[in-house]
């Protein structure tokens, strides 16, 4: 069975530093991987990365995927309070078209 | 341009009652999917769908729940006869293309059962 793993579970920091988020897999037909951010509302789209796209930025946020390790990190520095979401890394194989998701890491920004 | 919209987003049923919860695809995206979160839990896939066929429903559960996708209007989730471990965010999420990777979320139902 397909499996994404993120840690840390939560996370508290204060404006101004910089954090990184991990995610880890195990899937048969890896094809991508995708970052999201969830507020109160629907998941909105951050990054993807594939075997052709290991590194994406986008501001303060940027995240890069390690193929040997099977692994993905999230870095966003300079944090806002804006920042805090739940953050959810999703994995999409080959083989069909859904999303296998995490359970995502809740992050607070304190000012 | 409207993103992918979703109806009613909060949704209270008695147990034995039904819930039908609404997504409106994207406009010009003719792929739907539907997960749920359950508490503690991230985002489950559901089933997939195209206009007027079920492509992938393999997390599904078999009974009570069903989908659509008619060829007008909006796709349908169907819950019949509710119990309180449905009680859940169900999220919608449509694309362009067929296997797509970048799937984009409404803003979820969220279905309570008392």
């Known amino acids: 069975e397909d499996k994404v793993v993120q840690s840390p579970l939560s996370l508290v920091v204060h404006e101004g530093d910089t954090v990184t988020l991990n995610c880890s897999y195990e899937v048969t037909n890896f094809r991508s991987l995708l970052w999201y951010k969830q507020e109160k509302k629907a998941p909105t789209f951050l990054f993807m990365l594939?075997?052709?796209?290991i590194e994406k930025k986008s501001g303060r946020l940027s995240s890069i995927l390690d193929k040997k390790e099977l692994s993905s990190i999230l870095n966003i520095t300079a944090t806002q309070t804006g920042d805090s979401a739940i953050y959810l890394c999703?994995?999409?194989?080959?083989?069909?078209?859904?999303?296998?998701f995490g359970k995502g890491i809740t992050l607070s920004v304190r000012p | 341009n409207a993103g992918v919209m979703q109806n009613p987003r909060h949704l209270v049923r008695r147990r034995g009652q039904e819930a039908r919860l609404r997504c409106s695809p994207m406009?010009?995206?003719?792929?739907v999917y539907w997960y749920r979160q359950l508490p503690e839990e991230g985002l489950k896939f559901m089933v997939y769908l195209q206009k007027e066929n079920i492509i992938d429903e393999s997390g599904m559960p078999k009974e009570r729940f069903s989908a659509e996708f008619p060829k007008e209007g909006p796709s349908i989730l169907r819950i019949q006869q509710v119990v309180r471990g449905d009680s859940a965010a169900y999220f919608c999420?449509?694309?362009?293309?067929?296997?797509?990777?970048?799937?984009?979320f409404g803003p979820g139902t969220r279905l309570t059962v008392t």
């Open positions: 594939t075997s052709s796209g």
């Open positions: 999420a449509s694309s362009y293309y067929r296997d797509s990777d970048e799937q984009y």
């Open positions: 999703a994995v999409h194989t080959g083989a069909n078209s859904k999303l296998t």
């Open positions: 406009k010009g995206h003719s792929h």
